[in-house]
C-alpha cells in the first residue's frame, strides 16, 4: 500500500468510519511516514475546527414566502363563488334537456337509438358542470374536452343555420353548453391556490439559497492546509489518534 491508501483510511479514521487497514499496520507506517504525520496532523485539526465552528445563523424565509403567495382578492373570490353557482344552475338545465331524450328516446331532432345518444351525452354533461361546482379543482381537466366539443359544434351549428336546418330550442342547448365551457374557463383561472401547489413562477422579493458561513469556534485558531506543522505522535492502542497540543 501506498501514501495515498493510507490517508485514505486515516481520513475514514477520522469522520469514524471505517478504513479497512489494520491498526498496527496504519500504526506503523505512521510511525515511519513523516509525510503522512504531517498530513494527519493538519488534517485532525482541520476536522476539529470545522466541527467545532459555529454556523451562520440563517435567517427566517417565512414572512418573505408568506408575503409572496397570491392573495385572492374580494372580487375575485365572488365571481369564483358566482361562477360555481351559475354552474349549477346550467347543470340542471343541461339535465332538463338530456331527461327526455335519455329516457324516452324522444328528442326535437332524433329519434330513437340516436335520441338515446344524445340524451346520454347530454346527461354526462351536466354531471360534469355539477362535479366541477363541486369540486373545483377538475375544471382544468375538463376545459379542453369540451373546449373541443364546443368548437366543432360551432362550425356545425353554422352550418346548418346557413342552410336553415337548425331549430331553436336546438340552438338554445348549444349555447347553454357553450355557457358551461365559459363558465369551467372562469372557474379554473379564479380557484383559490391548494396548499402545496408550486407557484408557476418564482415569488419577487426572496433571496437566493441561503448563503451559510462556517466561521472559527472561539479560542481555536484557523488551521490554513499545505502549511508545516508539528508532527502528531501516534499511540499505540486500538485506535489511531493524534495529539494536536489544543484542548478539545
Not at 219 to 234: D, F, I, K, N, R
Amino acid at each position: 500500500m501506498g501514501c495515498d491508501q493510507y490517508r485514505e483510511a486515516l481520513s475514514a479514521e477520522l469522520d469514524g468510519e471505517p478504513h479497512g487497514v489494520p491498526e498496527d499496520a496504519l500504526s506503523g507506517h505512521l510511525s515511519g511516514c513523516s509525510g503522512c504525520r504531517e498530513w494527519f496532523g493538519r488534517a485532525a485539526r482541520a476536522t476539529r475546527v470545522v466541527r467545532l465552528a459555529p454556523a451562520r445563523p440563517i435567517p427566517d424565509l417565512a414572512p418573505g414566502v408568506l408575503a409572496a403567495l397570491p392573495v385572492s382578492s374580494p372580487g375575485r373570490r365572488r365571481l369564483f363563488a358566482g361562477a360555481r353557482a351559475a354552474l349549477v344552475v346550467v347543470a340542471f338545465l343541461q339535465a332538463l334537456l338530456a331527461w327526455s331524450g335519455a329516457l324516452t328516446g324522444q328528442d326535437d331532432m332524433a329519434t330513437g337509438h340516436v335520441a338515446h345518444e344524445v340524451g346520454a351525452w347530454n346527461l354526462a354533461l351536466a354531471v360534469a358542470f355539477l362535479m366541477v361546482a363541486t369540486r373545483p379543482r377538475a375544471a382544468d381537466a375538463l376545459i379542453a374536452p369540451v373546449g373541443v366539443f364546443v368548437a366543432v359544434l360551432a362550425v356545425v351549428a353554422a352550418s346548418d343555420a346557413a342552410a336553415g336546418d337548425l331549430a331553436l330550442g336546438r340552438l338554445l342547448g348549444h349555447l347553454l353548453v357553450g355557457t358551461g365551457l365559459v363558465l369551467l374557463v372562469t372557474i379554473g383561472r379564479t380557484a383559490p391556490p391548494q396548499p402545496g401547489t408550486p407557484d408557476r413562477s418564482r415569488p419577487r422579493g426572496l433571496p437566493t439559497t441561503p448563503e451559510v458561513e462556517v466561521g472559527v469556534a472561539d479560542g481555536v485558531e484557523p488551521v490554513t492546509l499545505g502549511t508545516g506543522s508539528a508532527a502528531p505522535s501516534v499511540r499505540a492502542g486500538s485506535t489511531v489518534s493524534v495529539e494536536t497540543g489544543s484542548a478539545a
